[in-house]
């Protein structure tokens, strides 16, 4: 791990001034996968309780970055990284940071809907259950809040003990949200979560994750740059794993500082 202190694009600069504003931070954060780097020193601060888009073409290393973040990557044979990854003041990667409190606080929604096959309420109550919450009473509640939360409880409070693999793609969508969200993370990362879902679903998913933004960091990764105009506050640019331009989704949007972005948002490439 390298201990320097790049400095943020100039864009950041500003964001550093108020520290309890960012969620996190990464400082000059590389990955490789073998001998193939797919992160090139990505220095990247994400404001709190705001969501944040991250774009670029596909290979751009955009997974590869979430999976950075609560270390999803530990899991991935020949993968290495170098740099820092702050979660709140939680320097990720040191050596007695709990890999299962980190992954507590910073959830993951994949692409596609990955309901475990069990009953709804059990997969609600899975992460809970991981955490030590045992109490019947408890755990009724938490699975309440969190399927309240997505929208989902009126559809489903009559058939909690069905099979969560019966549900539609927009309901398993916002089921394996809400699984995320009982264990009552800081920081959401979602990979391309909407990319499976209808557009009526895909436009009532946006509105979801607007409501969670004022509670919780959301980190969306999405190919849609509609997507990212409507719901981002801000957005991030990735390509060829380096971290091109970050700005306010609006600016980014209007007045692209890089010909890269230009060429990216326009359609040019990717
Ligand atoms: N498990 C892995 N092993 C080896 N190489 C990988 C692995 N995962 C990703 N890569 C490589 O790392 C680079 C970045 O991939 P990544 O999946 O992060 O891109 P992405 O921006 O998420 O792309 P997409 O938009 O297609 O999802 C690519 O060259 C990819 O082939
Ligand atoms: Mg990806």
Redesign the pocket.
Known sequence: MSSVTPELPPAQASLRASDDGIALRTESLSLW??T?R?LDAVSLAVPARRITALV??????????L?CLNRLNDE?D??RVDGRVWIGDTDAYAADTPVHELRRRVGMVFQRPNPFPLSIGDNVAYGLRLHGVRQRRELDERIEAALRTVALWDEVATRLDDSALDLSLGQQQRLVVARALAVEPEILLL??PASALDPAATLRFEELLRQLAQRRTLLL?T?NMQQAARVADFTAV?HQ?RLVEFDDTDALFTNPRQRLTEDFITGRYG
Do not use: M, N
Request: hydrophobic share 20%; charged share 20%.
């Open positions: 996968y073998g193939r797919a670029g073409p596909s290979g751009s290393g955009k997974s590869s970055l999976r991935v020949g993968c990979d391309e990764v190919h990735l794993g």
